[in-house]
C-alpha cells in the first residue's frame, strides 16, 4: 500500500535529488536523513539514492590496467613506493599496504590503477594514482585483509577499464 505522504516524500527527493545533486548543501543531506529515517517511507530507492552516481560520474576514472616493476618498502612506514607501468608511461604510487605484501610479492603483478586522480605527496613521496584493493579499514574488524585488485590473463599495461 502506499500513502500520499510516501508519494508526496519520494516526488520531493527525486525532484531535489535531480536539482541539488552536485551542490551537495547540509540542507540537502538533511533533508535526505531525514526522508530516510521517516517510517512511513518503504521505498527502498530513498535510503540508497544519495549514495547513487550516475554512469558520467563513473566515466570521469580513467581506470587502467598497470604492472608493478619495481617494489620497496618506505623505512618506518606501512607504505610501499611502487613503479608502476602504465603502458605509454611509468608513474609512482605510494600505497599503504605494507603490512600486508611485501615488496617481493608485488612485483610484476598486474593492477588496477585509478590514473587520472591527482597527484598526493605522502610521508615526502609524491603518489601519481592509486591502486584499488579490496578490503578497507571497516572490513579489518572483521578479519578482512585488503587484497590488491588483478586482471585475469596477460591484459597489457595501459589498457583502459570500462
Known sequence: ????????LTSITTILHNRYKKLASNKYKLL?????QNPYNSSPMLNIMSNQITIDDFAKLDLKVGIVRQAERIEGTRLLKLLIDLGSEQRQIIAGLGEYYTPEELLNKRIIVIANLKPRVIRGFESQGMLLAAGCKEDEAKGIKPRILTVDGEVPPGTKIC
Open 1 to 8: 500500500m502506499v500513502f500520499p505522504s510516501e508519494i508526496l
Open 32 to 36: 535526505l536523513h531525514y526522508v530516510n
